[in-house]
């Protein structure tokens, strides 16, 4: 079974990897335009109509250029999020703690 989430990781010579998929490498580049190297989960390929994925998104998965990753699980009936900055509740603002140049 595939991970909830996933994550990508380019390799440098992205161009010699032999996929022996057809469809992983149109599939590897709807996930490059959309989400580059930041953490996706299926749902979101179904939003951009991407249709019959899964073997493609599996042989990503066994090349090492797609990462699966276990969902967040927290106690049942609590909210889970996981967010790139973090940021601090104060009764009157909210404040983002890491904010950097590159935000």
């Not at 010699?16 to 996706?40: E, H, M, P, W, Y």
């Not at 790139?84 to 904010?99: D, M, N, W």
Request: hydrophobic content about 40%.
């Amino acid at each position: 079974m595939l991970g909830a989430v996933f994550g990508c990781y380019f390799l440098d010579c992205i161009s010699f990897v032999i996929f022996r998929v057809n469809k992983s490498k149109q599939l590897l580049s709807v996930i490059d335009r959309n989400f580059g190297t930041l953490a996706f989960c299926r749902r979101w390929l179904d939003r951009l109509n991407q249709s019959k994925y899964l073997i493609a998104l599996k042989n990503l998965c066994d090349l090492g250029i797609v990462d699966p990753y276990p969902p967040l699980c927290d106690i049942k009936g609590c909210y889970t999020a996981q967010y790139e900055h973090t940021i601090l509740l104060r009764p009157t603002c909210k404040e983002v703690l890491t904010r950097g140049d590159d935000y």
